[in-house]
């Protein structure tokens, strides 16, 4: 079974940096494609970034070019650095398993305007 732990979050000033980290256990890292997606109340949960056992990323146009997924194979954790964060990026986020469908509990982000 597949466990995700999401922790990093917290408030930030518009224009910081965070990093965020989701610790695994039960993540086949060489088969399953993970990723990172974010929830705003009343609002559905949108896609951030993607990764994918090669190596191949992919983000949110919102995203791209302030936010870099990657994986600690050996460390069994997967990553979100997030700079230059701007209020709309607010949000509970979650590390996602793609390919087996399970979700952690999230860690929120706050940056107030």
């Known amino acids: 079974q597949v466990q995700l732990v999401e922790s990093g979050g917290g408030l930030v000033q518009s224009g910081g940096s965070l990093r965020l980290s989701c610790a695994t256990s039960?993540?086949?890292?060489?088969?399953?494609?993970m990723a990172w997606y974010r929830q705003v109340p009343g609002r559905p949960r949108e896609f951030v970034a993607r990764?994918?056992?090669?190596?191949?990323?992919a983000y949110a146009d919102s995203v791209k070019g302030r936010f870099t997924i990657s994986e600690d194979w050996e460390k069994r954790m997967v990553y979100l650095q997030m700079t230059n964060l701007k209020p709309e990026d607010t949000a509970v986020y979650y590390c996602?398993?793609?390919?087996?469908?399970?979700w952690g509990q999230g860690t929120q982000v706050t940056v107030p305007f």
């Open positions: 996602n398993d793609v390919t087996w469908s399970y």
């Open positions: 039960g993540v086949v890292f060489n088969t399953d494609m």
């Open positions: 990764i994918t056992p090669d190596g191949t990323t």
